[in-house]
């Protein structure tokens, strides 16, 4: 199939109809693909009810398309599910200023993560670390006959490493088994490895395992994006040195680079939340890794180039799935998954991180200019003037002039529609 373009230029003035038609027939959706995105959900509470415990309903959320992305020389539209206005336009602008420099370009390593055994009350630590370390192969082997069909996919556990930690509670053994994930997550194949060499290990070390699981600082299954873009795109050099300058405050000071990392994970997780990824363990990987020197830094880095442009530059985990869990019972997860015609789990890392760069930048951008609240303004201009009851052509005119009153309240919108509409008099 020829590859089609993700630059739609002027995609938010369509109406919604004409976006999901659009997307439809890129995707190549089918009719009840499309239903169940209009209908918000496509989650029978049948399924809903298989998925979590006590549940009494579902909820939807907006399911969005960013465009413009082109990364490894490939387009890609983006599905994103998020309640915030202004993230999904942020990433779509900001993806066509980094086309323009040649697109983004994406890296992630082998699906690799990593499963903790602790090990306690080891009567000899230097010993039952030589003895683990010993007995790796045979340990991979058991591991490996505990999941054939990820061994048949071509993941499998890769090695055993070992740390000695001083604890408030004595010194431990921590075991780490590094499992090739492959398009899992992983979470379920780490577990049962790990649960599975606990008496071999106790059996080696004399010690007492305690705590079998996956770590979410998934530190061996990075993704990195890095991206350009020309100084005359993004308001000249002044502003490119101001980017920076942002970028060093929030690399310097943990309380900016809370703020700055959450930006990046508003792309993130709403690409995570439309393709049903374990979110929660995402943002915890993240924020563990943003720490990993000691002090909590900045996930990307921005810097001036010889020329004067652009350059941004993001790494961290990534321990996203394309098989398993809710990725494949969501129906709408498995229509985002269509919609970014991705092939493996490592290919919608690297575009969830390519989106995270573009999130971040469209935020520092926005804070070392207008400010961020313009455009969260005029969205929520937008919001009460629809409230309000304005439609069609007359809504843009009812946002211009809430948003000109300076006063952008429900009370303001109805009155400038009722305005509009003839119902009372000019005034
Ligand atoms: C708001 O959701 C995200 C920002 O605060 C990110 C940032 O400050 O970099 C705008």
């Not at 699906?111 to 080891?122: A, F, S, Y």
Request: proline share 3%; aromatic share 4%.
């Amino acid at each position: 199939m020829a590859e089609l373009s993700s630059r739609i230029s002027g995609f938010y003035r369509l109406g919604l109809e004409e976006r999901l038609k659009i997307i439809a027939s890129r995707a190549g959706l089918s009719t009840e693909e499309m239903e169940n995105l209009r209908s918000g959900g496509g989650l029978t509470l049948e399924v809903a009810d298989r998925m979590i415990e006590n549940v009494i309903g579902t909820m939807a959320y907006p399911f969005a398309v960013a465009v413009n992305f082109r990364i490894n020389g490939r387009d890609y539209l983006v599905p994103m599910v998020l309640e915030e206005p202004s993230v999904v336009a942020a990433a779509s602008n900001m993806a066509r200023l980094m086309r323009e420099g040649d697109g983004i370009r994406a890296w992630s390593s082998e699906p690799i993560m990593i499963g903790q055994i602790q090990v306690v009350e080891v009567p000899d630590m230097e010993k039952a670390e030589r003895a683990i370390l010993m007995a790796k192969p045979k340990l991979l082997e058991i591991a490996n006959s505990k999941d054939p069909v990820l061994v048949r996919l071509g993941g499998g556990a890769r090695d055993i490493e070992t740390r000695v930690i001083e604890t408030e509670a004595g010194r431990m053994l921590i075991i780490h088994v590094l499992v090739d994930c492959r398009d899992a997550m992983g979470a379920n194949a780490v577990n049962t490895i790990c649960e599975s060499l606990a008496p071999y290990v106790e059996d080696i070390t004399g010690g007492r395992v305690l705590l079998r699981i996956i770590s979410n600082l998934a530190d061996r299954r990075l993704v990195r994006a890095e991206a350009l873009v020309r100084k005359e795109d993004i308001g000249g050099e002044r502003v490119v040195d101001d980017i920076v300058k942002a970028w060093a405050f929030a690399d310097a000071d943990p309380y900016r680079a809370a703020t700055n990392n959450k930006g990046i994970m508003n792309g993130v997780i709403a690409v995570a939340l439309a393709t049903a990824q374990d979110h929660r363990a995402l943002e915890a990987g993240a924020h563990a890794y943003a720490a990993r020197d000691g002090q909590y830094r900045s996930l990307s880095r921005w810097s001036k180039n010889g020329e004067g442009d652009l350059v941004g530059f993001l790494e961290m985990p990534m321990a996203v799935g394309t098989v398993g869990g809710a990725t494949r019972t969501h129906p709408i997860a498995r229509t985002a998954l269509k919609i970014l015609g991705i092939s493996s789990a490592r290919e919608l890392a690297e575009v969830m991180a390519a989106v995270g760069l573009a999130q971040n930048l469209g935020a520092l951008r926005a804070l070392v200019q207008e400010g961020i609240q313009k455009g969260h303004m005029r969205l929520h201009a937008r919001n009460l003037i629809i409230m309000a009851g304005a439609e069609g052509e007359m809504i843009d005119k009812a946002v211009d002039l809430l948003v000109e009153s300076g006063e952008i309240r429900f009370d303001r919108a109805q009155e400038i529609v009722r305005r509009l509409k003839g119902e009372v008099k000019l005034g």
